[in-house]
């Protein structure tokens, strides 16, 4: 059975940065499309970023291109979201999850059945 565990998440400043990390057990970032998506209170879900199992092709939103990176560490079977220049906006409980090994890579949460239980990113003004 997958299983996702997400840290690094905590209470920054406009324009900090933040590593999120999403381990998993065993050999599973090959073998499924990894995302992040975030959701702010009173907000649905938002998709952030992908990671393809096949290729390691990577993804973001808009919202957040050109300051948030996704990476992948196969030997620690560990995905990576890098926020840089986080802004007040960018509050939100972010999610670690694992789908299905879809080229393109779908952005959809629906898409990904196995989900982390979400750390709290806080930006302070």
């Known amino acids: 059975q997958v299983q996702l565990v997400e840290s690094g998440g905590g209470l920054v400043h406009t324009g900090d940065s933040l590593r999120l990390a999403c381990v998993t057990n065993?050999?599973?970032?090959?073998?499924?499309?990894m995302a992040w998506f975030r959701q702010a209170p009173g907000k649905a879900r938002e998709f952030v970023g992908v990671?393809?199992?096949?290729?390691?092709?990577?993804l973001v939103s808009d919202s957040v291109k050109g300051r948030f990176f996704i990476s992948r560490d196969m030997d620690f079977d560990t995905v990576y979201l890098q926020m840089n220049s986080l802004k007040p906006e960018d509050t939100a409980v972010y999610y670690c999850?694992?789908?299905?090994?879809?080229?393109?890579?779908?952005?959809?949460?629906?898409?990904?059945?196995?989900w982390g239980q979400g750390t709290q990113v806080t930006v302070s003004s």
């Open positions: 999850a694992a789908g299905g090994l879809r080229i393109p890579a779908s952005k959809r949460e629906y898409d990904f059945n196995v």
């Open positions: 065993g050999d599973v970032i090959s073998n499924y499309n």
């Open positions: 990671i393809t199992g096949i290729g390691g092709t990577k």
